[in-house]
């Protein structure tokens, strides 16, 4: 399921627990995501689930369901 790997990546990227990792969770404001951590998942979503994140996409992809909805769209 693609939010379970999702929220691994999160969680080991972001250094906080899965269970605090909600499909809702915006993550800048709730997860606490700078620009690099940004920039590191983007890269992780692109090897894990092979997509391309165009960088006009990146910009829409506030909360860990867009990031969701995105992949199942494209992989």
Not at 55 to 61: A, V
Request: no cysteine.
């Amino acid at each position: 399921m693609v939010f379970e790997k999702l929220r691994e990546i999160l969680a080991e990227q972001l250094e906080i627990k899965k269970r605090t990792i909600k499909m809702d969770s915006l993550l800048i404001d709730d997860l606490g995501a700078g620009s690099l951590d940004i920039v590191d998942l983007v890269m992780s979503i692109e090897d894990e689930f092979e997509v391309e994140v165009p960088d006009e996409i990146i910009e829409q992809i506030a909360t860990v369901g867009d990031a969701v909805r995105f992949i199942e769209e494209n992989k």
